[in-house]
């Protein structure tokens, strides 16, 4: 199985290959969802998918680039909410978009628990925090000359680490709070944090 080009600059997926990928990442979320990640093989993917581990190495390299293709639709979900809501000029008033952060997170609690956990993926917590950043420079001044771009970026990875450190913490917390109830607290935080 192979991608095929229909032209220039245009690019179709074989739609035996959509299928399986689908059916790969549906098993390792699946997978995760159950057991943490240092626990889950592409032996436990490709038969829970029920495909051979052959299958599952033409589509990736590893477990661990499988479950960031996974995790995707996930991160483009929190990024849109994030593009949403005011992370470089923050009002004092906590928006209702960043409570909605929280609610995505909690409504796949085990996946980001498992993703961003002690035994989670780097590959991920790498991912999430370029989005993150990217969301955060796209609210920034425009740049000017010199080094004010190297600035930019150095402040849009400070805000996305700090925003990643308080969803961690928030994670990983032996009592998980409820997102109504962390995401007002998590607000404050930034937001002393100007």
């Known amino acids: 199985m192979s991608d095929t080009t229909t032209g220039p600059g245009t690019k179709r997926v074989d739609p035996r290959v959509a299928r399986t990928r689908s059916l790969l990442r549906s098993a390792a979320l699946e997978l995760a969802a159950e057991r943490e990640l ?3 093989t592409i032996a436990h993917v490709a038969e829970r998918a029920t495909v051979n ?3 599952v190495y033409q589509h990736y390299d590893d477990r661990d680039a499988l479950l960031l293709d996974a995790m995707e639709d996930e991160l483009t979900g929190l990024t849109g909410l994030l593009a949403r809501c005011p992370l470089v000029d923050r009002p004092d008033t906590m ?7 929280f ?3 909690e409504s796949r609690l085990v996946l980001y628990r498992r993703m961003l956990g002690p035994c989670g993926s780097a590959r991920f917590l790498n991912r999430l925090q370029q989005l993150v950043a990217e969301q955060v420079a796209r609210q920034l001044p425009a740049p000017g000359a010199g080094d004010a771009g190297t600035a ?3 402040r ?7 925003f990643i450190g308080i969803l961690r913490h928030w994670l990983l917390a032996p009592d998980l709070l409820a997102s109504d109830v962390v995401a007002p607290w998590a607000w404050q935080a930034l937001t002393a944090s100007r």
């Open 103 to 105: 609610r995505h997170v």
């Open 95 to 101: 928006p209702e978009t960043f409570l909605d952060v």
């Open 156 to 162: 849009a990875h400070c805000a996305a680490g700090a």
């Open 152 to 154: 930019a970026d150095l």
């Open 53 to 55: 581990r052959a299958t």
């Open 38 to 40: 240092s626990g889950i």
